[in-house]
């Protein structure tokens, strides 16, 4: 029996059980193809993805059995129309476990986890299948291709080597178990860290605990307590290591116990540990990579990105450590000098950073979060500052949708017009904090961009913004303004998809790619003209005074030596781990841990790195492996694309369109290098970025 077959028959039971009644069972019949959130129960989403992943592997099979000659529409185009079923139900599942997710789902994702890897690998690891994909790439220069359909040959041929395809078939059944586990135990880690994170919140009923938290912060904090059917008060973790009430709270031993509850929260020795977990995964994807011809797990990894190889990305990586290391210290000496000042007698720790730098960037730049967040209501910056930016590039308009179903009530959604009002994609955005929602923020699809599959995009952002009390307004900081731009920047990329193919559309690029334009979309944050347009106070609608929207201007390279060195830590830490040989075994990670960040030259105690190993869910359970420093690379790019814009005439719709046509509307259809040089007219360069991070003097050192 063939790997699908069997795969097909272990699912047969359920798949029976699936029919007319799910609401799965044909293409929605909402707007864009979106989900139809109003019908979905718990309970369909397993017998509709494993129904999916039979008809997928029935419409491999075919392919993979014609008798006909292998040809480029009867064998890649017709792998681009297959799985419909398995699509609609995966990407809506995806979204709502990721963003709304109960004991049920987790138990669905739980039993999906190794089946999803094995149909993978049912796919991937055919080796019928791939003689056929061969067959077409090996005759590729003599097709006459467009060129979209050339790459798409090209693509589609790397991904199976990729994924192991030219392996023995002994090799391919170790490669299937390998898989199999990890894709088990990097489910069980989200699971852990969803619940660590929960659990590890900070619970007092003792309001002077709180001290330095304004009125609306204290609210929140009390409904936070009373959503869990708690007394008191309650500060929920976010899932990065500092914890932004850190800014506020003035008294130090709260101070310190909500950072330890943030850095112990998965290494308390309880069910929600992930340290055994990562130990093993780290094992099992060093043993994938030496299975898969390379030294390392990052050796396979990066093969198909942007950097090439690890050495690549660790030596850009490098450079940034020493500049970023010694602008961290010498704010850290402005901050003893506070400290000092106050005879508070103790030298800063990681859980003092963030009240004191705050107090260092007041009397340095006479400003405080207190003063900004007035200007910055989460709704006037989405539609006045987001949207409008958009707007003024792109061309786009935006008007809210009441009739489409969402999966909470905290969700909105736009119905996205392009500059001559045909409609474009749907937008969603969900951007409260959920105990039952993961950390962080994202963007993702329900419905790819494909010319061949006749579909426009369906868009979510997602982030763990705080949410107010009832009736008041969702004062955020400044920094979550540059959260809500760069995951729009990820959306608009999925947005302006103009792609023939639906595996070559919109975010379908390498990972060290596909941080650059949401990244990109930060810098419109703070230009001037955006900026005046959504910086407004919340009751007056006067806006802000310029003599403080010239402060925070002025204070955007503040503590950019600490926010650099703990990303670059983050990375370094997540490049190490994935660099383990096979002969070096199984690690202990807390050991392990410190040995990596000391080899890279990451001395400062008071700068820990922004995840820690064991809750750093980008790389254990988040697609990031060996990829964190693609936030970083990424940079290098956008910050080079700025500088092209503010050289060429800044906000202009003519700079907008060339760049949407250039670069956003064409996904991965060409490579990517040779893209982003045609667009900007040379390679990037790293000046930009130093320049913007405030570190050309540290760089000098």
């Known amino acids: ?90 990407a809506a599942f995806s979204g709502v476990t990721g963003a709304n997710t109960n004991p049920e789902l987790e138990r669905v994702q739980e039993d999906l986890a190794p089946k999803l890897a094995a149909h993978r690998d049912a796919i991937y690891l055919n080796e019928k299948l791939f003689r056929r994909v061969a067959a077409v790439y090996e005759a590729r220069a003599s097709l006459k291709l467009s060129p979209e359909g050339l790459r798409l040959v090209e693509v589609r041929y790397r991904d199976f080597v990729h994924a192991g395809a030219n392996l023995s078939d002994a090799d391919k059944e170790k490669l299937k178990k390998l898989n199999s586990e990890e894709s088990t135990l990097s489910n069980g880690f989200r699971s852990k860290v969803l619940a660590a994170t929960k659990d590890g919140a900070y619970v007092t009923t003792d309001k002077a605990a709180l001290a330095g938290l304004t009125a609306a912060d204290l609210s929140g904090a009390e409904q936070a307590a009373k959503d869990r059917k708690m007394d008191g008060y309650v500060l929920p973790l976010q899932n990065t290591t500092q914890q932004p009430v850190l800014s506020s709270l003035s008294v130090r031993a709260t101070r310190q116990a909500v950072f330890e509850k943030s850095w112990m929260r998965t290494e308390l020795g309880d069910a929600n540990d992930t340290r055994a977990t990562i130990a093993r995964l780290a094992q099992l994807r060093a043993e994938k990579g030496k299975l898969l011809g390379h030294d390392s797990y990052a050796g396979w990894k990066l093969e198909d990105q942007m950097a090439k190889t690890p050495e690549n990305a660790l030596k850009f990586m490098d450079a940034l450590v020493a500049p970023a290391v010694a602008n961290a210290a010498d704010e850290a000496k402005d901050i003893q000098d506070v400290i000092d000042s106050q005879k508070g007698g103790f030298s800063v720790e990681p859980w003092d950073w963030e009240f004191y730098s705050e107090q260092v960037r007041k009397a340095k730049f006479d400003i405080d979060e207190a003063q900004e967040r007035p200007y910055f209501e989460l709704n006037n910056v989405l539609e006045n500052g987001v949207f409008y930016a958009a707007g003024q590039l792109y061309g786009l308009s935006f008007k809210e949708r009441k009739d489409i179903p969402v999966w909470n009530p905290d969700v909105r959604v736009f119905e996205v017009f392009d500059a001559d009002g045909k409609p474009l994609a749907l937008f969603y955005c969900d951007y409260y904090k959920r105990d039952n929602k993961s950390g962080g923020a994202w963007m993702s699809n329900f419905v790819d961009q494909s010319k061949l599959m006749g579909t426009l995009p369906v868009i979510y952002n997602v982030a763990n913004l705080p949410k107010p009390a009832a009736g008041e ?58 900026f005046a347009h959504y910086a407004k106070h919340y009751k007056t609608g006067a806006a802000m005074p310029e003599e403080l929207a010239t402060k925070i201007k002025k204070a955007a390279d503040f503590n950019q030596g600490y926010l650099l060195t703990e990303l670059v830590a983050a990375a370094e830490l997540d490049m190490q781990w994935h660099s383990l040989p096979v002969s070096e075994g199984l690690q202990e990670p807390d050991a392990f841990e410190k040995a990596a960040l000391a080899k890279k030259g990451f001395t400062l105690s008071y700068v820990p790195p922004r995840y820690r190993s064991s809750y750093f869910s980008h790389i254990w359970g988040g697609g990031y492996a060996a990829g964190y420093y693609a936030y970083l690379w990424s940079e290098m790019l956008d910050d080079d694309a700025f500088q092209w814009f503010q050289d060429h005439g800044g906000l202009t719709r003519a700079n907008g369109d060339r760049f949407r046509k250039m670069v956003l509307s064409r996904g991965n259809t060409e490579d990517l290098a040779k893209m982003y040089e045609a667009w900007l007219g040379s390679a990037p360069n790293v000046e930009p970025m130093l320049k913007y991070r405030g570190l050309e003097k540290g760089a000098a050192k």
């Open 473 to 530: 307004p969702a004062l955020i900081s400044f920094s979550d303004v540059i959260t809500m731009f760069h995951e729009f920047g990820h959306a608009l990329h999925g947005m302006l998809a103009d792609s023939e193919y639906p595996s070559l559309s919109g975010t379908s690029v390498a990972r060290d790619f596909v941080e650059f334009p949401s990244q990109f979309n930060e810098h419109w944050a703070t230009y001037p003209a955006v």
């Open 1 to 90: 029996m063939s790997v699908s077959s069997a795969l097909g028959a272990a699912v047969q039971g359920k798949s029976a059980a699936f029919g007319p009644a799910n609401p799965f069972y044909a293409k929605s019949t909402l707007p864009f193809e979106a989900p139809p959130f109003d019908k979905i129960k718990d309970g369909d989403y397993e017998p509709a993805i494993e129904a999916g992943m039979a008809e997928e592997l029935k419409e491999i099979e075919a392919i993979a059995n014609n008798s006909a000659a292998p040809t480029f529409e009867n064998t890649v185009v017709a792998m681009e129309k297959t799985g419909a079923l398995f699509q609609r139900a995966m």
